[in-house]
């Protein structure tokens, strides 16, 4: 899949919304907090590309939001998924139990 300057454009929307949500004024202030360079990510940001992995896992804790959701605007949902883990460990448990 091939990520386009249009997506990394709304990349930069959900980082600056989610910014504003958790009341930090500007990235300057998260990147001096967290030891990224302002320089590097003012110029991914004005030439709509996406900043490294790593700086988004750090962009996305320090706004308190999940990479899925800066990357794509949604959030991944494995409730459905853990639920069915755990159905299957409880029917293992119980077979277990049985031959015990």
Same mark, same amino acid.
């Given at each position: 899949?091939?990520?386009?300057e249009?997506?990394?454009?709304?990349f930069?929307?959900?980082l600056?919304?989610?910014?504003?949500?958790?009341?930090?004024r500007?990235? !300057? +202030?998260?990147?001096?907090?967290?030891g990224? =360079?302002?320089?590097?990510?003012?110029? %991914? *940001?004005?030439? #709509?590309?996406?900043?490294?992995?790593?700086?988004?896992?750090?962009?996305?804790?320090?706004?308190?939001?999940?990479?899925?959701?800066?990357?794509?605007? !949604? +959030?991944f949902?494995n409730?459905?998924?853990? =639920?069915?883990?755990?159905?299957?460990? %409880? *029917?293992?448990? #119980?077979?277990?139990?049985?031959?015990?």
């Amino acid at each position: 899949m091939s990520l386009s300057e249009q997506d990394a454009r709304l990349f930069w929307e959900r980082l600056r919304k989610q910014q504003i949500k958790v009341g930090i004024r500007n990235l !300057k +202030e998260i990147c001096r907090k967290e030891g990224i =360079s302002y320089q590097t990510l003012i110029n %991914q *940001k004005c030439s #709509d590309r996406y900043p490294a992995a790593t700086t988004i896992a750090i962009l996305a804790k320090s706004l308190n939001c999940s990479i899925d959701w800066l990357l794509t605007g !949604k +959030e991944f949902d494995n409730a459905g998924t853990l =639920s069915q883990i755990s159905e299957k460990v %409880q *029917k293992v448990i #119980d077979i277990l139990q049985q031959i015990d």
